[in-house]
């Protein structure tokens, strides 16, 4: 492992939901297919919204980086990749799995764990979010090999608790926002130690620098348009002068996705590592490198929740309203009775249920936060996802109903 001074430690999340197609009141206890429908005319049928994605970030995406590892022995990176987003890639993109298959194969890419279905369940029931965080490092063994040793919370949700639990799971390592309210004065360019734990090291994004990529870089009313790789390279010297890391957290969908291929981005990227390795010293690390290679310099102490949505920084992008909270509430109330049944395909459908989008999509936000709500959203308007998810839960109810009565028809 090459040991370097100062390491961008870059870390990007894949991840796709399987959506609620529109669904009828009229359709409960007679079609219990929730999320998939070739019928669906929305623009956002689940095979045709994954292989756009694939064809614009994914394929191209997956192609520069392991240009980039190919070029560049010490490029090296971190990612994480949700079950569902696994799921639909062993359905409808084998090409899209072995892409990630041969970046994970040069040995300089590390997954990092988190909930198999991108849930907020830590926040409602430890019991389905450890089965959730098991399934998922269980998935990745099998499809990657690797068993992760870092772990993110969906939606980088982070406290006190959570690291207390990460601590106590053996993770090594935990990824969170560098929030201005929780660093203070103190600079996310640190490895830190959540408080009241014992081993565990703490990486936080450093969210200005994150966001110039991920929000800010095809944007022509930005003062700093066009961002180039040259320019980026000395931001990220001058981050790094005395601090011995930079954590660069993204989506993975930032390139080529959030950022079309037009605005240049995959251009600036490929460019970077080679721009930024000309100053002796840089380097890159993985999230577990960066952990091993630099001491912890203080305790970060997060009694509240903190996110990486939204100006606010909070879980209000998924219970801001009370559709969202009563949605999340009913759904997580069935847990006992559902997992009782033993039905894998019910089991199956209540967990997809769980997946956070589902409850962004009922965010009633506005102005900036509220158009990228609107902009990954597949419906007309926040009353509609939460009208389709109630009558979906409805459905599970009644199947719920059938079994308990033992009139549910297995075959």
Same mark, same amino acid.
């Given at each position: 492992?090459?040991?370097?001074?100062?390491?961008?430690?870059?870390? %990007?999340?894949?991840?796709?939901?399987?959506?609620?197609?529109?669904?009828?009141?009229?359709? @409960?206890?007679?079609?219990?297919?929730?999320?998939?429908?070739?019928?669906?005319?929305?623009?956002?049928?689940?095979?045709?919204?994954?292989?756009?994605?694939?064809?614009?970030?994914?394929?191209?995406?997956?192609?520069?980086?392991?240009?980039?590892?190919?070029?560049?022995?010490?490029?090296?990176?971190?990612?994480?990749?949700? #079950?569902? $987003?696994?799921?639909?890639?062993? %359905? /409808?993109?084998?090409?899209? $799995?072995?892409?990630?298959?041969?970046?994970?194969?040069?040995?300089?890419?590390?997954?990092?764990?988190?909930?198999?279905?991108?849930?907020?369940?830590?926040?409602?029931?430890?019991?389905?979010?450890?089965?959730?965080?098991?399934?998922?490092?269980?998935? *990745?063994?099998?499809?990657?090999?690797?068993?992760?040793?870092?772990?993110?919370?969906?939606? $980088?949700?982070?406290?006190?608790?959570?690291?207390?639990?990460?601590?106590?799971? #053996?993770?090594?390592?935990?990824?969170?926002?560098?929030?201005?309210?929780?660093?203070?004065?103190?600079?996310?360019?640190?490895?830190?130690?959540?408080?009241?734990?014992?081993?565990?090291?703490?990486?936080?994004?450093?969210?200005?620098?994150?966001?110039? *990529?991920?929000?800010?870089?095809?944007?022509?009313?930005?003062?700093?348009?066009?961002?180039?790789?040259?320019?980026?390279?000395?931001?990220?010297?001058?981050?790094?002068?005395?601090?011995?890391?930079?954590?660069?957290?993204?989506?993975?969908?930032?390139?080529?996705?959030?950022?079309?291929?037009?605005?240049?981005?995959?251009?600036?990227?490929?460019?970077?590592?080679?721009?930024?390795?000309?100053?002796?010293?840089?380097?890159?690390?993985?999230?577990?490198?960066?952990?091993?290679?630099?001491?912890?310099?203080?305790?970060?102490?997060?009694?509240?929740?903190? @996110?990486?949505?939204?100006?606010?920084?909070?879980?209000?992008?998924? $219970?801001?309203?009370? %559709?969202?909270?009563?949605?999340?509430?009913?759904?997580?109330?069935?847990?006992?009775?559902?997992?009782?049944? #033993?039905?894998?395909?019910?089991?199956?459908?209540?967990?997809?249920?769980?997946?956070?989008?589902?409850?962004?999509?009922?965010?009633?936000? /506005?102005?900036?936060?509220?158009?990228?709500?609107?902009?990954?959203?597949?419906?007309?308007?926040?009353?509609?996802?939460?009208?389709?998810?109630?009558?979906?839960?409805?459905?599970?109810?009644?199947?719920?109903?059938?079994?308990?009565? #033992?009139? /549910?028809?297995?075959?």
């Amino acid at each position: 492992m090459s040991q370097t001074k100062r390491s961008i430690v870059l870390y %990007m999340h894949v991840h796709q939901p399987k959506r609620i197609r529109p669904y009828s009141v009229f359709e @409960t206890a007679n079609d219990h297919n929730y999320f998939d429908n070739p019928n669906w005319d929305h623009g956002s049928h689940n095979r045709k919204i994954f292989r756009k994605v694939a064809e614009k970030s994914y394929l191209p995406t997956n192609a520069m980086l392991l240009y980039l590892l190919n070029q560049h022995p010490e490029f090296r990176f971190s990612l994480s990749i949700t #079950g569902t $987003l696994l799921e639909q890639a062993e %359905m /409808w993109g084998q090409d899209v $799995l072995e892409s990630f298959k041969r970046l994970t194969e040069t040995g300089r890419v590390e997954i990092v764990a988190e909930t198999y279905y991108h849930s907020l369940a830590f926040f409602y029931s430890r019991a389905e979010f450890e089965s959730q965080v098991n399934a998922h490092k269980q998935k *990745i063994q099998q499809l990657f090999g690797q068993t992760p040793q870092v772990f993110r919370n969906t939606e $980088l949700a982070y406290n006190n608790d959570l690291a207390y639990w990460a601590d106590k799971a #053996g993770y090594k390592g935990i990824l969170a926002e560098g929030w201005d309210a929780v660093l203070g004065w103190r600079s996310p360019n640190f490895v830190y130690r959540p408080s009241y734990t014992k081993n565990i090291r703490l990486l936080l994004k450093n969210y200005k620098l994150s966001d110039d *990529i991920a929000f800010r870089f095809g944007n022509k009313g930005w003062e700093q348009w066009p961002l180039t790789a040259d320019k980026y390279t000395h931001w990220l010297n001058a981050a790094t002068e005395n601090q011995p890391i930079v954590n660069l957290f993204m989506d993975y969908e930032t390139f080529g996705e959030h950022q079309w291929e037009d605005t240049g981005v995959f251009e600036f990227f490929k460019h970077l590592p080679s721009k930024w390795l000309e100053r002796e010293g840089n380097g890159f690390a993985t999230v577990s490198e960066a952990i091993v290679q630099n001491d912890p310099v203080d305790f970060i102490d997060t009694p509240q929740t903190v @996110t990486w949505a939204d100006t606010e920084r909070d879980l209000t992008a998924w $219970l801001g309203n009370s %559709m969202q909270q009563e949605a999340l509430k009913h759904l997580y109330d069935l847990e006992e009775r559902i997992l009782q049944t #033993g039905d894998d395909g019910l089991i199956a459908d209540w967990r997809n249920l769980q997946t956070s989008d589902h409850a962004y999509y009922m965010c009633t936000k /506005w102005f900036n936060d509220g158009d990228v709500h609107a902009y990954f959203s597949p419906y007309d308007s926040p009353y509609d996802a939460f009208l389709y998810f109630m009558n979906v839960l409805r459905d599970v109810r009644w199947r719920l109903s059938e079994h308990e009565k #033992g009139s /549910w028809n297995y075959g």
